[in-house]
């Protein structure tokens, strides 16, 4: 099976928090709008393929990860089973191909990254 691979490099406190809150239960209503993803980052294949990776709330739960893969046009192709934290590759399989992102977390990363 062909693979493509990629990195998303976010940084390392704002990984930590996104964990956290994968692993505590709070009332985050008051920052988040319902079903919006807390935290919704992209990258992009080189055949043009895009993933999202994505915290998600969950009402009076911990909140949970994904990956979700989009064509070129922005038509989601698959998703990656539910996770509990930004720490274990994001991979989807599609066309026989399989699609991995890892999620590096790196001191003092450029905000604006």
């Known amino acids: 099976m062909k693979s493509f691979y990629r990195i998303l490099h976010i940084d390392e ?4 928090s996104l964990n956290e ?4 239960i709070k009332d985050i209503s008051e920052i988040v709008q319902k079903d919006m993803p807390i935290f919704d980052e992209e990258v992009t294949f080189s055949d043009g393929k895009r993933m999202a990776i994505q915290v ?3 009402d009076g739960e911990c909140c949970w990860t994904q990956g979700v893969l ?4 922005g038509e989601e192709l ?4 539910v996770q509990e934290n930004l ?3 994001f991979i989807v399989d ?9 999620v590096s977390a790196e001191n003092n990363l450029d905000k604006h990254h």
Do not use: H, R
Not at 94 to 102: F, G, H, L, S, W
């Open 13 to 16: 406190t704002k990984q930590k």
């Open 21 to 24: 809150l994968c692993n505590t």
């Open 56 to 58: 998600c709330p969950a």
């Open 70 to 73: 989009f064509d070129e046009d």
């Open 78 to 81: 698959g998703c990656t089973e």
């Open 87 to 89: 720490d274990s590759p």
């Open 94 to 102: 599609y066309n026989e191909i399989q699609y991995v992102v890892n």
